[in-house]
């Protein structure tokens, strides 16, 4: 009874799993996408933990109970900072999957139950669980900023990485030939730690989000060996879904970068290029809010351009409310949303669906490149790496070849950022210089806040 019960669960888990990543194809239904998600991984616990060799262990209601205790407060970190603590969400997963994987070699090297199927699957739960744990911790670390956020390298860095895993692939194949030899199962286990450290060393800060992608890809195939140990089914379907979707995603940011997989991971992006940062300070043609105001209230078509500094200044509200203003005058307003603008993938809609900003005003990075030749003011909003024109001229630059938004080409640009500092990628932006620019300098949520009452008549002197 309990066994088809829990065929049962296993079944109905890994539909739900599968439509929940259905449902967040679309913010539409993005939400219950969530809920279902939520309800598989429920039904998944509750499914293993009914079963008659696990139920009596009472003490695993404590393991739950931490997980929550844990998990809870995780949750409550801002939006800005969710990229990180995804990254402690996949450090978690694969410190599960390094330690279940030691413990069953443990319980089954004196029952001599070590199979080569069991052995091998187990030496690359250890090896892809302990890479992901250290390596995700040092993702985390480098976005937190506790870690050093630049690329760390040094001369023959690529070929010491890839021959640890080397060694450590090597070990894992003589342990499956003699899996008593327990030293070589230490010695994979204390490599796939330190590979997962260094794996991440020579990755800048900016390509973070990316790497974190594909550490949840290296969590779910984890999972997937960790459920052939196990024998658990709903493992190997979660952590295939789970696998397959992280790759898929980092493949999308990576095309949305313009970057190759192997620049991302060997490519040292985001380290200080010489003379980059010292670039000769341009003339920039700065007005107030008023000014910005002025300019806006003529225009009959307006796109908006929202970044990282939007998020940071909490702004989509009063660009909601100038939205309004602007609409309520029969201009046309629309929302020109980059792949990763932001600190991760959809952060700009979140933002602007949760200030109600209509979805069919958000457009498309290559639909709205379209128009802005033919649009009168665009608007950027702390958005600084995805509006930067060297992307698309500038060689030397390390975002050349990124897509941008082509906000210089429209009629004429207000930039809304609080300084003239560098964005994510630490470059100079000429986009703030050019004739048509004016820069409206304070915090977004501030000058927003001061355009509309100007709009609304209420700052006219
Ligand atoms: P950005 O290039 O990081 O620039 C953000 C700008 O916002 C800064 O120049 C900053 O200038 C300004 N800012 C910060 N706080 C502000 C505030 N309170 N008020 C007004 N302005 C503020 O951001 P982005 O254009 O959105 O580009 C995103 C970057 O992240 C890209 O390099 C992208 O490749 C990278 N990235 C994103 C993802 C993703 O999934 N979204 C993934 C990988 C990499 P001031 O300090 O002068 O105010």
Redesign the pocket.
């Known amino acids: 009874m309990t066994h088809a019960l829990g065929q049962l669960s296993a079944i109905v888990a890994t539909a739900l799993f599968i439509f929940a990543l259905y449902w967040m194809n679309d913010p539409k239904t993005a939400r219950r996408g969530v809920f279902a998600g939520v309800a598989a991984m429920a039904i998944a616990i509750l499914a293993t933990w009914i079963q008659p060799e696990i139920i009596h262990h009472g003490w695993i209601v404590l393991a739950i109970v931490a997980g929550f205790a844990v998990g809870i407060p995780l949750s409550r970190v801002p939006l800005t900072a969710v990229?990180q603590r995804t990254a402690l969400s996949h450090a978690f997963g694969g410190l599960a999957a390094a330690l279940v994987g030691t413990a069953k070699y443990a319980l089954w090297l004196p029952e001599g139950e070590l199979t080569a199927f069991r052995t091998g699957a187990i030496a690359i739960e250890v090896i892809l669980g302990g890479l992901t744990f250290t390596g995700s911790l040092m993702a985390a670390g480098k976005l937190q900023e506790v870690v050093p956020t630049r690329p760390i390298t040094y001369r023959g860095q690529n070929v010491i990485n890839l021959s640890l895993l080397g060694i450590a692939i090597v070990s894992a194949l003589y342990l499956i030939v003699h899996p008593e030899r327990w030293w070589l199962f230490g010695i994979i286990l204390v490599l796939s730690l330190v590979f997962g450290v260094l794996l991440i060393l020579p990755i800048g800060g900016?390509?973070?989000?990316?790497v974190i992608s594909l550490l949840n890809s290296y969590a779910g195939l984890s999972a997937v060996a960790m459920g052939f140990v196990l024998e658990n089914k709903v493992l190997i379907t979660a952590g295939a879904l789970d696998g397959s979707s992280g790759f898929i995603l980092s493949v999308i940011?990576c095309r949305?970068?313009n970057r190759s997989f192997t620049n991302v991971l060997f490519g040292a992006f985001g380290q200080v290029q010489a003379g980059a940062a010292a670039g000769e300070a341009k003339a920039v043609k700065s007005g107030t809010a008023r000014d910005a105001a002025d300019l806006l209230e003529n225009a009959s078509s307006v796109v908006v351009v929202?970044?990282?500094?939007?998020a940071?200044?909490q702004?989509q509200h009063r660009v909601r409310e100038i939205y309004d203003q602007l609409t309520k005058r029969g201009t046309d307003v629309k929302f020109a949303i980059?792949?990763?603008?932001?600190?991760?993938?959809?952060?700009?809609n979140v933002l602007l669906a949760e200030a109600e900003v209509p979805y069919d005003a958000l457009v498309e990075m290559d639909d709205i490149n379209r128009d802005l030749p033919q649009t009168d003011v665009v608007v950027v909003?702390?958005?600084?790496?995805?509006?930067?024109p060297a992307a698309r001229h500038d060689k030397s630059s390390p975002?050349y070849g990124?897509p941008i938004i082509d906000a210089d080409r429209a009629k004429a640009c207000i930039a809304?950022?609080?300084?003239?500092?560098?964005?994510?990628?630490g470059i100079d932006?000429e986009l703030y210089s050019a004739d048509n620019t004016l820069m409206v300098?304070?915090?977004?949520?501030g000058?927003l806040g001061d355009i509309v009452k100007s709009l609304a008549g209420e700052g006219h002197s």
């Open positions: 990229p900016a390509d973070m989000p990316t940011m949305a970068m929202p970044g990282y500094g939007m940071v200044a702004a980059h792949p990763v603008a932001g600190r991760m993938p959809g952060h700009m909003v702390g958005a600084n790496d995805v509006v930067n975002i990124m809304i950022k609080r300084s003239m500092n560098p964005g994510f990628a932006n300098f304070g915090d977004a949520k000058v």
